[in-house]
């Protein structure tokens, strides 16, 4: 059993920034690709970002490209979202995920991730 656990939310106003972090326990998964995805109030959960288990391969929603970075630490079983140029529109609870399926593309789509935390609340104010 992975328990994943996000922290690093809070209020910010636009044009900064936040980094988010997602700790793993309970078995390492450093060969799995790690996701972050949204949900603003009233719609559904979006993806944002994923990235490989090596950390070689990213990809991002387009809403987020150039803004946020991905990266990930093994060592500590960690995964980061750097959130810069923060907009109102990114107010959202954030969820990190993880894919244990060693799938030879990185995947945006939500059902294909097996494990999630509990999220961590991101709020923009204009």
């Known amino acids: 059993q992975v328990q994943l656990v996000e922290s690093g939310g809070g209020l910010v106003q636009a044009g900064g920034s936040l980094r988010l972090s997602c700790a793993a326990s309970g078995r390492t998964i450093s060969s799995y690709a790690w996701g972050w995805f949204r949900q603003a109030p009233g719609k559904e959960r979006e993806f944002v970002a994923a990235i490989s288990g090596s950390g070689g391969s990213t990809i991002y929603a387009d809403s987020v490209k150039g803004r946020f970075t991905i990266s990930r630490d093994n060592a500590k079983n960690t995964v980061y979202l750097q959130m810069n140029s923060l907009k109102p529109e990114d107010t959202a609870v954030y969820y990190c995920?993880?894919?244990?399926?060693?799938?030879?593309?990185?995947?945006?789509?939500?059902?294909?991730?097996?494990?999630w935390g509990q999220g961590t609340q991101v709020t923009v104010s204009s």
């Open positions: 995920a993880v894919d244990r399926s060693h799938r030879l593309q990185l995947t945006s789509t939500r059902r294909e991730y097996h494990y």
